[in-house]
């Protein structure tokens, strides 16, 4: 069997400039490179950049797969648009882990299974994979679970690296064609699927704001932030989607500290307010 590498990384939020892509065929002279993508095969030789550090500075994405099963699937997105404690709970020694970058995090996905056949027969659904940023962007952590499952599939896996497993996300039972497509790029079976979905509730994402709720909590909001949520979206500093989903976050959280403060409120007031005596009499006035 011939030696084989795959390379895809791509910009989603931002294209790349001219400039940019003068300095990406200077590490490359036979990758494919436009104001999106950098694609390149190799058949011999290897690859003379560092993943890891394109991502850092020009990419939101990356995908490489290599034909002696070794896997790798990086997604940028913005710290402020996710739950990091959350996020870092699904963490592992080897299948998955967070790496900060300035305003960035870059969620690195990685699995090698010595004796399983390394060539993708999904090679053409990078895409799909690719399409998991925006699940993380909304708040959907399912493939960071998924991944965490695969920590068992790894080649350096031990016993020892067990830790306390992490929350199991809702919705589990009913995989997305991405979700598929990222289970099989990280070697998962279908009984670690059907175990995963005997342990996940049905979807239970939080009640949608209404129109009313968005109106009053958008009033209540300092003038700064508006008027720097407005000039980074219009000076494209930010994509649409992750001001949105920065905005729904704080929304959630608001409403959260509503919720807790409210409940609080309520156990004080039955605590000091006094119990009324009923007082029983046997006699009639």
Request: charged content about 35%; hydrophobic content about 35%.
């Amino acid at each position: 069997m011939s030696e084989y590498q795959y390379y895809w990384f791509e910009a989603i939020d931002k294209p790349l400039t001219v400039q940019q892509q003068k300095e990406l065929r200077a590490i490359s002279t036979r990758a494919e490179i436009d104001s999106r993508r950098f694609v390149n095969e190799y058949h011999f030789g290897d690859f003379k950049g560092k993943p890891l550090e394109l991502m850092k500075k020009y990419f939101d994405a990356h995908v490489y797969h290599a034909c002696w099963a070794t896997r790798v699937l990086m997604l940028k997105v913005p710290i402020k648009s996710v739950d990091l404690k959350l996020a870092e709970k699904y963490c592992t020694k080897q299948t998955f882990e967070i790496v900060k970058s300035g305003a960035n995090l870059i969620f690195c996905f990685n699995i090698n299974i010595d004796g399983e056949d390394g060539w993708w027969e999904d090679a053409d659904e990078q895409d799909a994979l690719i399409s998991l940023r925006d699940d993380i962007l909304n708040g959907d952590y399912r493939c960071l679970y998924l991944a965490w499952l695969a920590r068992k599939r790894d080649d350096d896996y031990r016993e020892k690296d067990d830790g306390v497993s992490p929350p199991v996300p809702t919705g589990l039972c009913k995989l997305t064609e991405p979700l598929k497509v990222f289970a099989g790029f990280m070697y998962l079976k279908d009984a670690d699927l059907e175990e995963a979905a005997k342990l996940s509730g049905s979807d239970n994402n939080p009640k949608p704001p209404t129109t009313k709720e968005l109106k009053d909590w958008i009033a209540a909001l300092p003038e700064k932030v508006k008027h720097d949520t407005l000039l980074s979206l219009l000076e494209g500093n930010e994509s649409p989607q992750t001001v949105h989903r920065t905005l729904l976050n704080r929304f959630l959280k608001d409403r959260q500290k509503v919720k807790r403060a409210k409940a609080e409120s309520t156990q004080s007031m039955k605590k000091t307010c006094p119990k009324r005596q009923l007082k029983k009499s046997s006699k009639r006035p």
